[in-house]
């Protein structure tokens, strides 16, 4: 089992204005069907997003950000449950485009569960205790609620239960 991107990773072609990949003129709503398929055989343990912008999808934000791909197609329409996992929040197109604490508050929203941060691209001392610390300032601003919060820590505590057991 591995991780499974849903945002039409397979037909990237291009970039964005915002210097993302862009996949709006040649994904096909066909490249859903064997997530979906994923979905219904249980054979997912987690969800990975990717930072592609298709606007077919959200015109707006990448997948990682965007509430109509994650919440809506992932978990609505494909019914998928389990544990979301970002990309790279620390990616420069994602960083420049929406700005770190912006882009962490979207991907929450959005549904997804774990954050990624790889330190790849940007180096940061401190980073995870300043990401700690911006969401709870986003909590504590009411841009986030303590229920979404505890929306995904369930999730984690199942997919861990679910490595355990």
């Known amino acids: 089992r591995n991780h499974r991107h849903v945002d039409g990773h397979v037909s990237q072609a291009g970039s964005t204005p915002l210097g993302l ?7 096909w709503r066909t490249e859903l069907e ?12 987690a969800v990975l997003t990717a930072h592609v912008f298709n606007a077919t999808l959200d015109p707006n934000r990448p997948a990682t ?9 992932l978990r609505q329409e494909l ?3 389990g544990l979301v996992v970002s990309d790279d929040m620390q990616m420069g197109a994602i960083r420049k485009a ?9 991907a ?3 549904g997804v569960d774990m954050l990624t941060i790889a330190q790849q691209q940007v180096f940061e001392v401190g980073i995870v205790n300043r990401t700690i610390d911006l969401i709870e300032g986003l909590v504590a601003k009411g841009s986030l609620t303590e229920a979404r919060i505890d929306e ?3 999730r984690i505590g199942a997919f861990k239960a679910s490595l355990s057991g």
């Open 34 to 45: 064997p997530f979906a398929n994923i979905v219904r055989d249980g054979s997912a343990d």
């Open 98 to 106: 929406f700005g770190y604490e912006d882009a962490l508050r979207l």
């Open 108 to 110: 929450i929203l959005a």
């Open 21 to 27: 990949a862009g996949v709006t003129a040649t994904w």
């Open 79 to 81: 019914g998928w449950d």
């Open 65 to 73: 950000l965007s509430g109509p791909t994650i919440t809506g197609i």
């Open 152 to 154: 995904s820590y369930a």
